[in-house]
Nanobody, 125 residues
Framework: QLQLVESGGDLVQAGGSLRLSCASS????????MGWFRQAPGKEREEISC????????YVAHFVKGRFSISRDNAKKTLYLQMDSLKVEDTAMYYC??????????????????WGQGTQVTVSS
């Protein structure tokens, strides 16, 4: 069964940068579209970005556009989220997910959703 393990979360000052990674145990990583979500305390989980299996299609939520970028290395079976110009409101648990497809307007979708366990990002003022 596919397993996803996130890493890279940390405490960082506002304006700083972090790069999150999500390592996959999938035999064939490029069978999956991949995405990043986050959930802050007391709030619903929200999708940040997704990327198709080839990397040719991406979705980026408006509230991180221009600051966060998603990428993947299929040879390393790893998904990345580069986060720049971090804000206090970016503080949340960040999760990666795998599924069937990434749509540039609607985000990640499908019927084989798998979640990682999450990595904490805390941005201080």
């Amino acid at each position: 069964q596919l397993q996803l393990v996130e890493s890279g979360g940390d405490l960082v000052q506002a304006g700083g940068s972090l790069r999150l990674s999500c390592a996959s145990s999938a035999l064939i990583f490029d069978d999956y579209a991949m995405g990043w979500f986050r959930q802050a305390p007391g709030k619903e989980r929200e999708e940040i970005s997704c990327i198709s299996w080839s990397g040719g299609m991406t979705y980026v939520a408006h509230f991180v556009k221009g600051r966060f970028s998603i990428s993947r290395d299929n040879a390393k079976k790893t998904l990345y989220l580069q986060m720049d110009s971090l804000k206090v409101e970016d503080t949340a648990m960040y999760y990666c997910a795998a599924d069937r497809y990434c749509d540039s307007d609607r985000g990640i979708g499908g019927d084989k959703r798998v979640w990682g366990q999450g990595t904490q990002v805390t941005v201080s003022s």
